[in-house]
């Protein structure tokens, strides 16, 4: 897609002076040059056109704003002098993967008085002897170059972001460890009373059970007596009946 084509799309229905950032890489320059800006991005504070076949920076449009400039694996040899003028306020350039290949070509990076990191990896400059020294050397303003200062530490926005994450996992950890705590002594205090309740209610069960074979005893033994108390009656009934008979007898 044609870099300028690609800048109409990501406008997203907005106006070019409400743009804060852009990002059109792996678009097409068709003659290696910056197409489809114009001063009108006034408001633009980061810019990305990584691999759109750049060759040259003359038309880059004024960009009092722009903060970080993202031009890496293209074909810029030089002209680098363009920035100072249409970019005063950058902070941030990568410039990785161009055709780089002398320091003098850096050299007008020194009028970016702003300018605190600078990227040339995968640039032929940086095969140089003496690269990092001669790099800091020439542009005193800038902390990173690559991502590593001049003692060869790395960029602190890494390491603040690490120790950012790290401190918010040491907080969740605690705050787990807290809320842990508390949630257990309950959980087992809720389990001790589960365990007593379970007792409570085997013991109260079993005694039922106890209680009902008590009471199916007594329920047997009951219908016992009244058995014997029948067969008693029905014994009683005979011998009154003999008895009778035997005076009738007697009678006679």
């Known amino acids: 897609m044609e870099m300028e ?6 406008l997203r229905n907005k106006t070019p002076a409400e743009v804060a950032e852009l990002v059109v890489d792996n678009c097409r320059s068709s003659d290696g040059e910056v197409e489809g800006l114009s001063d009108d ?14 060759t040259s920076l003359a038309k880059l449009p004024s960009l009092p704003k722009l903060l970080k400039l993202e031009i890496s694996d ?28 002398e320091l003098s070509t850096v050299k007008p990076l020194k009028n970016l008085k702003n300018l605190k990191s600078l990227d040339l990896y995968s640039c032929e400059i940086t095969t140089l002897e003496d690269y990092r020294e001669s790099v800091f050397e020439l542009l005193p303003q800038v902390n990173f170059l690559d991502g590593y200062d001049h003692e060869d ?10 120790d950012d994450n790290e401190g918010l996992d040491s907080e969740a950890d605690d705050d787990d460890e807290h809320t842990a705590g508390p949630t257990r002594d309950g959980d087992d205090d809720e389990d001790d009373e589960g365990s007593e309740g379970e007792e409570v209610g085997l013991s109260y069960l079993m005694k039922d059970g106890i209680q009902d074979e008590e009471d199916d005893d007594d329920y047997v033994e009951e219908e016992e007596e009244e058995d014997g108390v029948g ?10 009946e003999d008895e009778g008979d035997d ?6």
């Open 5 to 10: 084509k690609r800048i109409s799309l990501e």
């Open 41 to 54: 991005y006034k408001e633009l504070e980061f810019l990305s056109m990584v691999n759109v076949g750049l």
């Open 74 to 101: 293209n074909m810029i040899v030089g002209g680098l002098d363009q920035l100072s003028e249409k970019c005063p306020n950058l902070t941030y350039l990568n410039l990785s993967g161009n055709k780089i290949k």
């Open 153 to 162: 530490n790395e960029v602190p926005d890494s390491e603040a972001d690490d």
């Open 231 to 240: 067969v008693q009656g029905e014994k009683r009934k005979r011998d009154a």
């Open 247 to 252: 005076s009738d007898g007697d009678d006679d």
